[in-house]
């Protein structure tokens, strides 16, 4: 209870502090503190995964390299969240907090598959995974006037938790646990808005079968490709991505 009660003053007081502070100091901070937590138990790990995708194909200096870059990008997409949490709905008053997504996220015709689908009026299965920022594509698509929700890996004492789905609706998203029964979301599509999955968890609560990554069995989700065949809508692959350097 302690460290979810320092957790949740933190992250509030970050939320705050990034407000105020000039954006490059904050960036610099970020990426200094991700420096810090690479040499910890996360680093360990990550030089593990490394190991296990990579193994003898890239020596251990130009690894050493991906997780540098790994985590100072996560760092940045941190920094993004702070803002995205310091926002406002594309529709209301404060509505102008939100014009800086509209400037950092352009859109590509690839969007035609969105929008096509979108006029039939049966909704969209969006699907992505923690690749880039997950979470400024979908902000992006409010600030064109979608509607939707998003499935979201929820724990109801995790402090961390609570921030994500509060920063989400500070920009106009609501969430849906994910152990949500199947009928609240068919309703989202039943209303012909978005619904988004991110799906490359390990959610044991869903459907799932394992198949191999890596040589290693690995619990994937079947769940949005069920939803998919029972609403008769294709899965859309959505992906939110930097371009140039961190």
Known sequence: PLRRTLRSHSLGALTHLSGVMPQPLLGLGLKGAAALVRQGALGAR?????????????SHKKREAILRA????????????????????????????????????AIDDSIEHLERVMSEGRGAILVSAHLGNWELGPARLLRLGLQGQAVGLERKRDSSSKWITGMRRSYGLESLAQDSHPRRLLEVLQRGEILGLVCDLEVRRLAGIHVPFFDRPALTMSAPAALARAHKTPLIPMRCVA???N
């Open 70 to 105: 790994s985590f100072s990008h996560s760092a940045r997409v941190f920094q993004e969240w702070l803002h995205l949490a310091r926002g406002a709905p594309p529709v209301g008053p404060h509505s102008h907090k939100g014009l800086w997504i509209e400037r950092t996220v």
């Open 46 to 58: 990550a030089r593990d995964n490394l190991k296990i995708a990579f193994g003898q194909e890239l």
């Open 243 to 245: 371009r140039g350097r």
